[in-house]
Structure formats: C-alpha cells, structure tokens
C-alpha cells in the first residue's frame, strides 16, 4: 500500500497549525462577545431602572445581535476543532505506523468512542510540541 509522503505530512501539519490558529482566533472573539454581551446587560438594567424604554430596547437588540454573532464563532470553533481532531489522528497514525495507508478522516458518527477519548491527548501533545519547536 502507498504511504503518505514527507509532503504530504508536511501539509498536514501546516494545514494542523492554521486551523489551531483560526480555533484560537474564533475562542478569543467568543470571549470579547461574552464581555460586551455582559456589559449590554447591565446597560439594559440600567436603562430599565432609569425608565428609558427606548435606550433599553437599543441595547437589548445590540444584544441579540451579539448573541448572534457569538454562535456563529462557536460554530467555526467547533468545526476547526473537529478538523484538527481528525487531522491530527491522521498524521499520529502515519507516523505510529508508516507501513500502512492511514483511512481517510471521518465524521464524527463514523469515529470510534476510543478515538474521541485520545484525540484531545494527541491534539495537546501535537500543540505543545508546536510551540515548542
């Protein structure tokens, strides 16, 4: 069976280290989000204890418009993750086993319960020896 050349293993981990980059970047505008989302609410109660209806109603429609925009971070959060995980399985496995074609990443309901279990264990050692590099 054909193997996966230093190449491609190469392009792996590159393509490994941008989505790591892009997961942070979406998890730190989560937490921005989650910042002025709490800094909208306690203006809406303000607001409402003040009496002003109209300015209340501005800033709980800034917030649901942020909550909006928080989801759609999650969601490409979730999805990088999700493609590291696989990525990551891919490359430990060509190099645990160089002889053997590795299978293609898969989707989460074709994933064994053994691989999600290891997949954070081998993502965090693929980061630490990243960084480290």
């Known amino acids: 069976m054909a193997t996966i050349t230093d190449s ?10 941008n989505l790591l980059i892009s997961y942070e970047k979406a998890n730190q505008q989560i937490s921005t989000l989650d910042s002025y989302i709490q800094h909208l609410t306690q203006q809406t109660f303000r607001s409402t204890l003040q009496d002003s209806t ?15 925009i928080k989801k ?3 969601q490409v959060s979730t999805q990088k993750w999700k493609r590291v995980t696989e990525l990551s399985v891919l490359v430990l496995q060509q ?23 290891m997949a954070p264990l081998t993502t965090q050692s693929f980061c630490e020896l990243y960084r480290s590099a």
């Open 8 to 17: 491609q293993l190469l392009q792996y981990a590159t393509e490994l280290r």
């Open 54 to 68: 109209p300015l209340a109603i501005r800033h709980l429609t800034k917030k649901s418009i942020a909550s909006g």
């Open 72 to 74: 759609v971070y999650q």
């Open 95 to 117: 190099l645990d086993s160089p002889d053997v074609q590795p299978e293609p990443p898969t989707t989460s309901a074709g994933r064994s319960a053994e691989m999600d279990e």
